[in-house]
């Protein structure tokens, strides 16, 4: 008798202690997916509660940000009211009266990443100051671009990234400057793609896939 008292006694701390590893376990793992805190694989979506969150680009880590909410648009469309009085005898009257409709149209949310391709400003150039755009099929954020070298761009010929300037809603320019010496021979500048790249669109959905790279541009200066 004294020996299974000793049995049940050791599985019921077995079973508590089994409950408490688990318990740390998922706590540390809720902990890990909060907002602004550092994750590893970019554009991966986690349910945190009521809240989901994606792995995006911040500077030049990558965090977890909260998706965007699904966008319900109430588009109204009102007939106006128009009153027609018809006279059908001198002591007579009909009123007619129209009525307004309200229609409510739910928007899904953006889950695809935009699609985005690297252009050159020229094939050649007699100045060492050189353009290249990254264009979008969506509006796209040009702040999570990084002037870096191998942040989100790696280049030959060139010293550096000037500036990374969103001209619109769906364009990234970068100015930049070529190495070229002024001895007249021709020098080829180039820009790509990082193993780094990273962008995303206004939903927060990254791109890490850049078409188009490599752009080149030839430069010569006298």
């Not at 940000?65 to 648009?73: A, C, E, G, L």
């Not at 252009?119 to 755009?133: D, K």
């Not at 400057?177 to 180039?190: K, M, Y």
């Amino acid at each position: 008798m004294l020996k299974m008292s000793k049995i049940y006694a050791f599985r019921k701390s077995m079973t508590v202690a089994l409950a408490l590893v688990l318990g740390f376990g998922a706590s540390s793992a809720i902990a890990a997916n909060d907002v602004g805190s550092k994750c590893t694989k970019a554009g991966k979506i986690v349910t945190v509660g009521a809240t989901k969150l994606i792995c995006a680009k911040a500077g030049k880590n990558l965090k977890w940000t909260i998706v965007s909410s699904p966008v319900t648009t109430t588009v109204a469309t009102t007939t106006t009211v128009i009153a027609v009085t018809t006279t059908v005898a001198p002591t007579t009257t009909v009123a007619t009266t129209t009525t307004s409709t309200t229609t409510t149209t739910t928007v899904a949310p953006d889950k695809t990443p935009p699609v985005v391709t690297l252009l050159r400003g020229a094939g050649s150039s007699s100045s060492s100051t050189l353009t290249f755009t990254v264009t979008g099929n969506e509006t796209i954020v040009c702040s999570t671009l990084s002037k870096g070298y191998d942040e989100d761009f790696v280049w030959d010929k060139i010293s550096m990234i000037g500036s990374i300037v969103q001209t619109s809603t769906t364009v990234c320019t970068l100015t930049v400057f070529a190495t070229a010496e002024r001895d007249g021979d021709d020098h080829l500048s180039t820009l790509r793609a990082s193993a780094n790249f990273s962008i995303t669109d206004t939903a927060g959905n990254a791109q890490r896939t850049l078409l188009g790279s490599p752009q080149s541009t030839t430069v010569r200066r006298t």
